[in-house]
C-alpha cells in the first residue's frame, strides 16, 4: 500500500504563486506516475498534471498548460506543482495521485486532498 500526504494548500489572491506537495510512503518503489487531479464544487474531479518516474514526462491540462509545473524529488518520494498566475478558476480541493503503470487515468493511489482558494 502506499500513503500520500499533500501540504501547501491555502487562499491567495489572483496572479500569484502557490507550491503543493505531496509525500508519499509505504511501497514507494511500485510507483510509477504521480501527478495531481482538482475538484471544484459541483464539477467532477479533474486531471491537473502528471508525471513519470523519471520525471522526463510531463503531461497538462490545457487549463493550466504555461502557468503550472509539476516536478519530483524520488530521493524524498515527493511531487510537487508550482501554481503560478493563479486564477479564481482554480479553486478547488487538489487530490495527489499515483499508480504503478506511466500512465494515470484511473490512479490505485489518492491523497486526502488540500483545498487552493484564489480570491478575484
Known amino acids: 500500500q502506499v500513503q500520500l500526504v499533500e501540504s501547501g494548500g491555502g487562499l491567495v489572491q489572483a496572479g500569484g504563486s502557490l507550491r503543493l506537495s505531496c509525500a508519499a510512503s509505504?511501497?514507494?518503489?511500485?510507483?510509477?506516475?504521480m501527478g495531481w487531479f482538482r475538484q471544484a464544487p459541483g464539477r467532477s474531479r479533474e486531471f491537473v498534471a502528471r508525471i513519470s518516474r523519471s520525471g522526463s514526462s510531463t503531461n497538462y491540462a490545457d487549463s493550466v498548460k504555461g502557468r503550472f509545473t509539476i516536478s519530483r524529488d524520488n530521493a524524498k518520494n515527493t511531487v510537487y506543482v508550482q501554481m503560478n498566475n493563479l486564477k479564481p478558476e482554480d479553486t478547488a480541493v487538489y487530490y495527489c495521485?499515483?499508480?504503478?503503470?506511466?500512465?494515470?487515468?484511473?490512479?490505485?493511489?489518492w491523497g486526502q486532498g488540500t483545498q487552493v482558494t484564489v480570491s478575484s
Open positions: 495521485a499515483a499508480h504503478p503503470s506511466v500512465v494515470l487515468t484511473q490512479p490505485k493511489y
Open positions: 509505504g511501497d514507494t518503489f511500485s510507483i510509477n506516475a
